[in-house]
C-alpha cells in the first residue's frame, strides 16, 4: 500500500507537472538587455519583487499547454502566455494562479526603481540627452546646444559648461562641449550599462524633445529607430511605450528631414521629477492607479506541429521568487532548484534554497542519489562521509525553523534510488515519529529492480557506476513494502514509468532532480496490484 500522500491521488486522470512557466515569446525586464524574449535567456539580472536588481538563471522546462492572459488599466494592454498553474502576485502580495483568474482580478505593477546613486553621471545623462534630442555636432567634433526656451530649467542644468550670448541668437545661451567636456559622442545613443547615466539621459532627452499635453499625456517626438530603442531599454529606469502616432510629413518650416512620430509613454511608472521643464511638470499628474486588471484568460491557438504545447520557460529569482515582465506586471517563477552535487557547499547552497523556497509558502524535492554513501572516503579531509541519510537532516532541520516561524509547515519529499548503497537506511529512517518530520520520502525504482524482484536474483548497490555491494532484490522490496504498510512511508517512485508518460518534452537528458520531483500520481496503482 503507497504512502497516505499518494493514496488520495489515485484514480486521478490529471497528469500534472512541476513547473509554471511562461511561452518563448515573453518579454523579460533585465537589466543588460532591457526588455529581451525569454527564449534568449541563459542568465541575466531582473528585477525581483523588491524592486531590486538580481541575477537570475534562466530554464527551459519542455513544452506545456498555455493560456493567453490580457490585462487592462485604462487604454494599456498586456497580454502574457503562461502555464495554468503560473503564479500572478497582486497588490497585497498573495499569489494567483493563472487557472484561477477571474476577470478584474488586479494584478501587482512592477516597475524599476529611479534611485540616484551617483550624481555626477546621472548630470551628465542629463546633458547627454538634452544634446541628443535638441544640440548639433560641430566641424571640430564638438557639440554645441542652443537654449531657445525655459532659460532658467535648463540653464541650471548647463552650469560650468562653456556659453554665450549671440547678439543673432535673440539673447539665447549657447553652451558649447568640446575637449575634455566630450566624453561620448552625444548625437548617439548612450551605453545603458550606468542606470543614473541612463535615467539623466531619457530626462533630459525628455526635457528637449518632449511634451505634456493638456490632458497630462507624456510624449517624445522621435523615428521608428528612437521608439524601438525607447520601448527596449527604457523599462530599465521606469519608462515605458504605450503607443505611438506619425505627425504629419509637412510642416510651417517646409518638409521634415525624418518621419517623426509621437512617442507616447505610460504615465503609470512616471514620476514628477522625471519632467524637468516647470511648465510642463505643472500639466502631469503622477498616477497612483498603478495595479494591472485582468480582463480574460483563453487557452492560446494551438498549431498541430506543436503538439498543443508550447515551448515554456522560467528564471529562479533567489531573492523573491518573483520578477518583471513586459510593462510592468509582477510574476511569480516556479520554485526549482538544481541537482544536489556531492559537495559539503552546494549542499549548503541547496539548503538556503529550500529556505528561501518554503519561506514564501513552496514545497521542494530532491533526490539524494548523488551524494556518496556512509562510509565513503573524503580525500581532501582524511574523513568519511556519512551518507545522504543524515545530510537530509540539514534540510529537515530548515524545513522545521521556516514552520516555527509562523507560516505553515514546510512541504519536502526526499527520493533516494534503489541502487543506492545506502538504501536500506533510507527506507528505515521514518520508523520512528521523531526523525525526518519534515519529509515524505519515496525510493526512486527502476525496471531493472523490479525484474531482480520477479526473477529472485542478487542486485547490484552502486555509486558512480561503482559496484559496492549486492543484495537480494526480493528482501529488499519486502523491507521497502513492510515499512510502507507499517508507518506509510517510503513511497515509490517508478523512474522508467516516469520518463514514457511524462506530460512534457525535454531535448536534453533529464537530471535526477527532475526525476525526484515528478510525481507520477496516475501511475501509483502498480504498486498496490
Given at each position: 500500500m503507497p ?14 507537472t ?7 515569446d515573453?518579454l523579460?525586464?533585465?537589466?543588460e ?8 535567456l541563459?542568465e ?6 523588491n ?10 522546462f ?38 484561477d ?21 546621472y548630470?551628465?545623462?542629463?546633458v547627454?540627452g538634452?544634446?541628443?534630442g ?14 531657445c ?13 562653456p ?16 575637449g ?32 505634456v499635453s ?53 504615465d ?11 511648465r ?19 487557452e492560446?491557438?494551438i ?10 520557460y ?6 523573491t ?6 510593462f ?10 538544481g541537482v ?12 538556503k ?52 516561524a ?25 520508523r ?21 524482484v ?22 529488499l ?53
Open positions: 504512502a497516505g500522500r499518494v493514496q488520495a491521488a489515485i484514480g486521478s486522470p490529471r497528469k500534472v512541476p513547473w509554471n512557466c511562461l511561452t518563448g515573453t523579460i525586464l533585465t537589466k538587455f532591457g526588455l529581451e524574449r525569454i527564449d534568449k541563459e541575466a539580472t531582473v528585477l525581483d519583487g524592486r531590486e536588481w538580481v541575477k537570475a538563471k534562466f530554464n527551459y519542455g513544452k506545456q499547454k498555455a493560456f493567453a492572459v490580457r490585462f487592462t488599466n485604462g487604454k494599456e494592454s498586456e497580454t502574457v502566455s503562461a502555464t495554468e498553474d503560473h503564479g500572478w502576485v497582486t497588490p497585497s502580495g498573495t499569489v494567483v494562479l493563472t487557472k483568474l477571474a476577470k478584474n482580478d488586479r494584478i501587482a505593477f512592477l516597475s524599476a526603481p529611479k534611485k540616484i546613486s551617483n550624481h555626477t553621471q548630470g551628465r545623462g542629463i547627454h538634452l544634446v541628443y535638441d544640440g548639433t555636432k560641430t566641424n571640430d567634433n564638438g557639440f554645441q546646444l542652443r537654449v526656451d525655459d532659460h532658467d530649467d535648463i540653464t541650471g542644468l548647463l552650469a560650468g559648461y556659453c554665450s550670448w549671440p547678439p543673432s541668437y535673440e539673447g539665447d545661451p549657447i553652451f558649447y562641449f568640446y575634455v567636456n566630450v566624453w561620448a559622442n552625444l548625437k548617439e545613443f548612450p551605453d545603458i550599462s550606468d542606470t543614473d547615466y541612463l535615467l539623466g539621459f531619457i530626462r533630459g532627452w525628455l526635457a528637449a524633445d518632449g511634451c493638456t490632458d497630462a499625456e507624456v510624449t517624445l517626438c522621435g523615428d521608428d529607430e528612437e521608439r524601438e530603442w525607447m520601448a527596449k531599454y527604457g523599462p530599465i529606469v521606469g519608462f515605458y511605450v504605450k503607443g505611438y502616432s506619425y505627425l504629419t510629413e509637412v510642416t510651417n518650416y517646409g518638409v521634415r528631414n525624418k518621419r517623426s512620430q509621437n512617442i507616447r509613454l505610460s503609470r511608472a512616471l514620476v514628477d521629477e522625471d519632467i524637468l521643464i516647470s510642463k511638470r505643472k500639466r502631469f499628474s503622477q498616477k497612483r492607479n498603478l495595479a494591472w486588471r485582468v480582463s480574460s484568460v483563453t492560446e491557438s498549431s498541430p506541429h506543436l503538439n498543443l504545447l508550447f515551448d515554456v522560467c528564471p529562479s529569482v533567489p531573492t521568487n518573483s520578477f518583471s515582465i513586459g510592468g506586471v509582477h510574476s511569480r517563477n516556479c520554485f526549482y532548484s544536489i552535487a556531492d559537495d559539503f557547499n552546494d549542499i549548503m547552497e541547496k539548503a534554497e529550500a529556505g528561501h523556497t518554503m519561506r514564501l509558502g513552496g514545497g521542494i524535492g530532491y533526490n539524494f542519489s548523488t551524494l556518496r554513501p556512509r562510509g565513503s572516503l573524503i580525500k581532501s579531509l582524511g574523513s568519511y562521509s556519512s551518507g545522504p541519510v543524515s545530510f537530509m537532516d540539514i534540510f529537515n532541520a530548515v524545513c522545521g525553523t521556516i514552520a516555527s509562523g507560516h505553515r509547515r514546510g512541504a519536502q519529499m526526499g527520493v533516494l534510488r534503489v541502487d543506492h548503497p545506502d538504501i536500506e537506511e533510507f527506507v528505515y529512517a521514518k520512528n515519529e521523531h526523525k525526518l518530520t519534515g519529509f515524505n520520502i519515496s525510493v526512486g525504482v527502476t525496471d531493472q529492480f523490479m525484474h531482480a520477479k526473477s529472485g536474483s542478487e542486485f547490484n548497490l552502486k555509486f558512480r557506476n561503482k559496484i559496492i555491494r549486492q543484495v537480494d532484490a526480493r528482501a522490496w519486502d523491507s521497502i513494502m513492510r515499512s510502507t504498510w507499517d508507518y506509510a512511508e517510503p513511497g515509490v517512485l517508478f523512474l522508467d514509468r516516469i520518463n514514457e508518460m511524462k506530460t512534457f518534452t525535454i531535448v536534453k537528458k533529464l537530471p535526477e532532480l527532475i526525476r525526484a520531483l515528478q510525481k507520477v500520481l496516475w501511475s501509483t496503482h502498480r504498486l498496490v496490484k
